[in-house]
């Protein structure tokens, strides 16, 4: 049992994901047009002050524009995303060492490096004499961070951020620098959706379009057990934005030649 994942489709439509999605979570999420209502969507173009790309931040700013259009409410603001870094740093480490832990000495060859330090971290969790009051406080600023975040969605319907501070990059080769600033190695060009793994919260990503050839995700994350609400907006702006990828598919096509 984990807090930080749960299985979601990932689809080449929302209509397919909504199927998968009706599978996992064995209920029926009924189709109807959600721009019937118009929400108030909190927008923030960089949780955290986290550097965004500077084409994925164009694109992004043009997608809430085509959103604003339809009528719904768009208010630029910080999120409360204070807190879950301590809750998560300590809590996942302890229980990926408490499921996996074994393949240290079992199969260290087959482990990536970046699993493996996550695994060697853990243990030097175990070490600690006041592991239980670690997890404890933990787990507390967990509590008080999820609660802080859904009082946020009294006044608000959704939340909009980017999914990826930049497009994707080579194999191995984590950007360093985003739009001028040094960035975190491992957070750096993914700093936008661990926080609502931790919450709880539901969320999806929609391609909005392309900076330098490469696609750009929109991040949209409702209140909890808003599946429902997200399927349908998605599905919506999927019609507004009409994300072609067509150019994707042909370039990079398994049957690909130069």
């Known amino acids: 049992m984990s807090d930080f994942i749960a299985p979601g489709p990932l689809t080449h439509c929302v209509e397919d994901a909504r199927i998968i999605l009706e599978l996992l979570a064995e209920t029926k999420y009924t189709r109807q047009s959600a721009n019937k209502r118009k929400y ?7 949780p955290e002050k986290n550097p965004v790309d500077v084409g994925v931040a164009k694109v992004l700013a043009e997608a809430v524009g085509k959103i604003s259009a339809l009528g719904h409410k768009i208010t630029e603001t910080e999120l409360p995303l204070d807190g879950w870094k301590q809750a998560f740093n300590t809590l996942v480490v302890v229980e990926e060492y408490r499921e996996r832990g074994n393949f240290l000495k079992e199969a260290p060859e087959k482990l990536t490096d970046y699993e493996r330090k996550s695994l060697e971290a853990g243990s030097g969790f175990s070490g600690f004499k006041d592991l239980q009051d670690r997890v404890e406080n933990a787990r507390k600023a967990h509590r008080e961070y999820r609660q802080r975040l859904q009082e946020f969605f009294m006044n608000f319907d959704l939340i909009a951020t980017p999914v990826t501070a930049t497009t994707a990059f080579p194999i191995g080769q984590r950007p360093d620098t985003i739009d001028g ?18 919450s709880g919260n539901p969320a999806v990503s929609i391609p909005c379009g392309f900076s330098e050839g490469l696609p750009v995700g929109l991040q949209l994350v409702g209140q909890l057990n808003s599946e429902e609400m997200l399927l349908n907006f998605s599905e919506d702006l999927e019609t507004i934005f009409s994300f072609d990828d067509a150019p994707l598919r042909k370039q990079w096509s398994l049957n690909h030649k130069e």
């Open 40 to 46: 108030r969507i909190a927008w923030s173009p960089n």
């Open 181 to 198: 600033q040094q960035v975190n190695w491992l957070w750096g060009a993914v700093p936008f959706t661990a926080a609502f793994n931790v």
